[in-house]
């Protein structure tokens, strides 16, 4: 045995996996469910953050994603299952990200890689590499749902460009309008998607870089862009929808009073007709 032989520093490893889960939790009541569990130490109440051992804790955001920090599989199930009381709306099938965190003697990415070495873990550095998963686990939820909102479009579009009318109904395009409203309002309220967490101010230059690093890691900008662009497209185009509804309505109208007029004139000459008929 070579005792000149270079010696492998101890890495130690952190699973955090990420899971959107429904529209949105009430932490208060979340709080109150956790305590419960044998160990858990309240950290932060919002997103409230709760710790088991020193490297294995939870966190639950309010717009309705949880993040776990090495914690079982079957623990997982059990503490999401005990959460249900708190979630509004669950979601059918839930997005999930996973990552992982190396502690290491330097900070570093490695390329091509879904995980990243950090010198120390902390609350500060857990609460990063939370918000930003749980963002990433939120963002794809809205990503589906904005997509299959478009596709839903496809049908109008065609006809619109083909036929030159719109087989839609008024209250459906009205709809749309308002799916698109709500959907900039989850983002930019509920998730914040676009405002920074409060940690960075204080965390340190470690903290700031490992947040920078995950955003493009998980392409959150780029995202959110693409995003807003397609609501953009589906707020539009049913904004024209509905005028152009509108104006077909009023058309109609148009016809009817038309119509009505027509069939007033034909009915009061047919009278005037009979009339002369029977003084002859």
Known sequence: ?????????VVETIAVKAFDIASSYDLPKAREILER????????????????EEKKMLMVFRYGA?????????????LTAHLKPSASRE???????DFLLYISNRQKKPKGTNEWHIKEFNRDMALVVGVVLSRSVSLEYYEKLVGDALEQFQQTIATLATKGWIPRRQREAVKQVGFALS????????????????????????VEQLYAGLKREFDLEDRIRII????????????????????????????IIILLILSEILMAFAVKMIAAGRCR
């Open 1 to 9: 045995m070579n005792d000149s032989a270079p010696i492998k520093a």
């Open 37 to 52: 569990e044998p160990s858990a130490k309240v950290v932060k109440p919002d997103p409230l953050m709760v710790q088991f």
């Open 66 to 78: 949880i993040v776990f920090f090495n914690i079982e599989p079957i623990q997982m199930r059990r």
């Open 91 to 97: 979601n059918k099938i839930s997005s999930e990200d």
């Open 183 to 206: 959907v900039e309002y989850d983002l930019a309220y509920d998730v914040a998607i676009l405002d920074d967490p409060d940690t960075l101010w204080d965390g340190g230059s470690r």
């Open 228 to 255: 807003q662009q397609k609501i953009s497209i589906i707020s539009r185009f049913s904004t024209f929808v509905v005028s152009r509804l509108e104006s077909q309505r009023a058309m109609y109208l148009e016809w």
